[in-house]
């Protein structure tokens, strides 16, 4: 079956890069149509749609942060790795990663999140 | 960019009642949208794609409809497990945009 896991720090401080890891098994990214994405929620608010990366590396990011995010993959270990330059407070959430099925699908498995909390 | 508004932000309902929420997207996406399930302190749940798509698994009491900028997902009969917060996202190869959200609770 489907897993995600994401990992990374708890607290990170002001103007520090955050990078987070989301480690999968039941697909591989190498599979023609397959994606991983990035969402995130701040407490108490809504999901934002962060980052995606698709099986031929082909990435998009949400356009008011793209100068920040960087998403990459390495197959081999079943890994997506998202990065974000600059953290601010504003950035506390809970960051997911999930699975979408192909070109334009939904996300049909997530990971259970992890929160991070930018703070000095 | 393409804005997801749902109404109405909070539902109050009663086990057994039919709610009906509401997506509307600034302009036409298609059958672009999915409605997803999230409880508390847990990740959102997948229930129904490109609009009217029931996903594997989901109770068929679950339903979704629409098409271009007018969406909705109905719960026919209100189970006590529903009581949750629905969002609907937007979603093309490019990007995906999800709406504010829309509270069920216990009336």
């Known amino acids: 079956q489907i897993t995600l896991k994401e990992s990374g720090p708890t607290l990170v401080k002001p103007t520090q890069t955050l990078t987070l890891t989301c480690t999968f098994s039941?697909?591989?990214?190498?599979?023609?149509?397959?994606?991983v994405g990035w969402i995130r929620q701040p407490p108490g608010k809504a999901l934002e749609w962060l980052a995606l990366?698709?099986?031929?590396?082909?990435?998009r990011y949400r356009p008011s942060l793209k100068s920040r995010l960087t998403i990459t993959k390495d197959t081999s270990k079943n890994q997506v790795v998202l990065t974000m330059t600059n953290m601010d407070p504003v950035d506390t959430a809970t960051y997911y990663c999930?699975?979408?099925?192909?070109?334009?699908?939904?996300?049909?498995?997530w990971g259970q999140g992890t929160l991070v909390t930018v703070s000095s | 960019d393409i804005q997801m508004t749902q109404s109405p932000s909070t539902l109050s309902a009663s086990v057994g009642d039919r709610v009906t929420i509401t997506c509307r997207a600034s302009?036409?996406?298609?059958?672009?949208l999915a409605w997803y399930q999230q409880k508390p302190g847990k990740a959102p749940k997948l229930l129904i794609y490109?609009?009217?798509s029931l996903e594997s698994g989901v109770p068929s009491r679950f339903s979704g409809s629409g098409s271009g900028t007018e969406f909705t997902l109905t719960i026919s009969s209100l189970q006590p497990d529903d009581f949750a917060t629905y969002y609907c996202q937007h979603y093309n190869s490019f990007s995906g945009t999800f709406g504010q959200g829309t509270k069920v609770e216990i009336k």
């Open positions: 302009e036409s996406i298609s059958s672009w």
């Open positions: 490109k609009a009217s």
């Open positions: 039941g697909f591989s990214l190498s599979t023609s149509g397959l994606g």
């Open positions: 999930a699975h979408t099925l192909g070109i334009a699908a939904a996300f049909d498995y």
């Open positions: 990366i698709y099986w031929d590396d082909d990435r």
